[in-house]
């Protein structure tokens, strides 16, 4: 099982960013799939997830109604966009596979005027 997140960077508040999940090493269309994200200091925290058809999706209150979560079975890849960022949304960001004990290297994002 192979996970790897892609987009973060440093932007400034009020900004977007597009992440990227390219997943490999398992039937991606059979899964579920979750963001997290983990600041610097504090314990790993769900952002949000997506059904296995896409069909639905459920996101934290902390960035819900500025966030979307989308997939691509054909491709294996889920997305997430970030929308109007702030500075406590910096932190490294993972996507995993619902029921799969593996984790990608995570994308940093970073939030700075």
């Known amino acids: 099982v192979q996970l790897v997140e892609s987009g973060g960077g440093l932007v400034q508040p009020g900004s977007s960013l597009r992440l990227s999940c390219v997943a490999s090493?398992?039937?991606?269309?059979?899964?579920?799939m979750n963001w997290y994200r983990q600041a610097p200091g504090k314990e790993r925290e769900w952002i949000g997830g997506?059904?296995?058809?896409?069909?639905?999706?459920k996101y934290a209150d902390f960035v819900k109604g500025r966030t979307t979560i989308s997939r691509d079975n054909a491709r294996n890849t889920m997305n997430l966009q970030l929308n109007n960022l702030q500075t406590e949304d910096t932190a490294v960001y993972y996507c995993?596979?619902?029921?799969?004990?593996?984790w990608g290297q995570g994308t940093q994002v970073t939030v700075s005027s």
């Open positions: 090493g398992f039937t991606f269309r059979y899964y579920p």
């Open positions: 997506i059904t296995r058809d896409g069909g639905v999706k």
């Open positions: 995993k596979a619902e029921g799969l004990d593996y």
